[in-house]
């Protein structure tokens, strides 16, 4: 039987509480929440922190004691010989005492050190990844496809694709011809979702549903879209590939969610995939990429200036379409 990991989440400020939960929600693991030092309780702590697979403490929880708080926490989890890896975040303004002051204390900070007014939630996301992701043996590592666990629920981000006129194409032109055309897109968008490490979770003809989840799964997923429009023009051009007279054109929506996972991909169902048809359905333009805003706030700045805001939201969340070249 599978334990899923335990992440101990030691914060005062309740936006950044909101903000670090809602990410570790993500990830097949339970979160215990201490928002104080008095909920945080040493003695228990020491106690119970074989428990623990991942900390994440905010340094300041006592504006009195300053960061002190934090580093009394840190000089008990090293004490203890514990070999729980800890997060820092902190809003502390003096980054270069705290670095100095947090030397002593390298064996048990894993590698990235967060800043409240320079936070990049997709590093942090990242680290997660690579902290909670559960494999075979239950060690601790990057999700893959090949360790995922069923029943467990995962972050993926999701690709929804379309083709637009699937039916008229079919009812229009020689079956055999269009068929083959078909068949060919769905090859050449599987070529592209394997180069960026990803899945066809389902091709119903018209188009189907992809997810990525090993290693930067957003910029992957947005990428893979973009490797899809780039390269259509060419499948459109090699009459080996498109045996019509007419050119295939798509319909692209990303958006970045949780599922629990099956083996049996058909059976994978959540909100998320639900969301990200209907943004494909209803917002979708043809030969562009539709992204949420869960997918956006996630993008590096490279990818984030090309899209530009839709005026409304849909179905209560932000969306972003591809710039028109």
């Known amino acids: 039987m599978t334990t899923e990991p335990v992440a101990l989440l030691i914060e005062d400020d309740p936006a950044w509480r909101d903000i670090i939960q809602r990410k570790l929600g993500q990830y097949p693991c339970f979160v215990e929440v201490a928002e104080n030092l008095g909920q945080v309780d040493i003695k228990f702590l020491m106690g119970k922190l074989s428990k623990y697979s991942l900390v994440i403490l905010d340094l300041t929880l006592d504006t009195t004691l300053g960061i002190k708080a934090g580093l009394d926490i840190l ?8 070999d729980v890896p800890v997060i820092i975040i902190s809003g502390y303004e003096n980054r270069e005492e705290l670095i100095e002051k947090l030397k002593p ?27 909670l992701g559960v494999g075979k043996t239950g060690q601790r ?4 496809w090949q360790n995922l666990q069923a029943k467990l629920v995962y972050a993926f981000c999701f690709l929804k694709i379309d083709i637009k006129g699937h039916s008229r194409l079919l009812d229009s032109y020689n079956t055999i011809e269009a068929s083959d055309t078909l068949d060919s897109f769905e090859e050449f968008v599987e070529l592209k979702v394997d180069a960026r490490h990803g899945q066809i ?13 090993i290693g930067d799964s957003v910029n992957d997923a947005v990428s893979c879209a973009n490797d899809i429009l780039d390269n259509l023009p060419q499948f459109n051009a090699d009459r080996t590939k498109n045996k019509i007279r007419e050119e295939i054109r798509v319909r692209i929506a990303v958006h970045y969610g949780t599922a629990r996972y099956r083996y049996e991909k058909g059976r994978i169902h959540s909100p998320a995939i639900n969301f990200v048809a209907h943004l494909e359905a209803k917002k979708g333009k043809i030969n562009s990429v539709c992204i949420s805003n869960d997918v956006w706030k996630e993008l590096p700045d490279r990818f984030r200036s090309k899209f530009e805001k839709d005026p409304e939201n849909f179905e209560s969340k932000e969306i972003f379409h591809y710039k028109s070249s």
């Open 75 to 82: 000089q008990n989890i090293v004490e203890h010989h514990t």
């Open 105 to 131: 204390f390298s064996q048990v900070i894993v590698d990235r050190l967060f800043f409240k007014d320079s936070f990049e939630l997709a590093s942090f996301d990242r680290l997660l990844g690579n902290l």
């Open 141 to 144: 590592g990057e999700p893959n």
């Open 201 to 213: 979770w389902g091709w119903q003809g018209d188009g189907g549903l992809c997810a990525f989840i």
